[in-house]
């Protein structure tokens, strides 16, 4: 028998419409729903699978035996957002009499500094030779492409054949929150995005292609497990380079943007930052880059 939530709803049907919460009022990721659902569930279960056994205590407990599981703090920090954000749409509907959530504290992961390729690693990736078959007149494409624009892999697997408006050389990038902007597309990216349109693309297209611009090989529009793959390979090619997958390449486009001397503000909006702490971190890539030269040039370092 399912639980329920006093003389409310079933626990499943407030799971179900925390759901569409998520998905159409917040408008969150596919990947972050299922990650907060999964939370959510497992917090549930925690508690015995009611939603009144949801007091500051409890919360606390769950949250420390993630901590004694061996849970890493980015981990940590993302079941804690869920948990307030959880509590705080079952308090509005008026499910839970006080918002427990507000009484935690808030965990906040490291802040990493991401692995980048330098400048001559990133030119050793993309200068290769491409045989004419669509797979490397695809995959040299979407690798220059991500280099280029610093899009994420997410926003490059749903581009459609009309969003690069060669004429502008630009792409229009659909990103978190539905926010549409468009990114600058340099002269190389330009030339291996023809090539795959024109010599490989036509070879791959099946009825079910539909606008996609990149394709996998049966056709359907390609996944973001196949790009990973395919820039994984290919970085493993360079020696000395880190590995890395499509979010190093936006991240090594980043830090070259500002090595180069672009403002901060610019390449938070390429990147569609909503925040300008979150473009920052690559300000901290290039010091630590610029100590590093430092350190191994300087005579007196």
Known sequence: MEAVVGDGPAVGDVVAEFEAYLRFERDLSPHTVRAYLGDVAELLAYVGGTVEALDVVALRGWLAAQHDAGKARATLARRSACVRTFTAFCHRKGWLGSDPGLLLGTAKAPRQLPAVLDQEQARRV?????????KDLRDQALLELL????IRVSELCGLDVDDVDRERRVVRVLGKGRKERSVP??????RALDGWCVYGRPLWVRPGSG???????????????TVRRVVHARVRQVEGAPDMGPHGLRH???????????????????LG????????????????RLRSAYRQAHPRA
């Open 147 to 150: 280099y280029a624009t610093g």
């Open 273 to 288: 930052h909503a925040s300008l702490s979150s473009t920052q971190v690559y300000t901290h890539v290039s010091i630590e």
């Open 252 to 270: 090594s486009a980043a830090t070259h943007l500002l090595e180069g001397g672009a403002d901060l503000r610019s390449v938070q909006e390429l």
């Open 211 to 225: 606008a996609a611009l990149f394709l996998g090989v049966r056709g359907g529009r390609i996944d973001a497990g």
């Open 126 to 134: 993309l200068d290769v030779p491409v045989e004419g078959e669509p």
């Open 185 to 190: 597309v340099g002269g190389p990216a330009m």
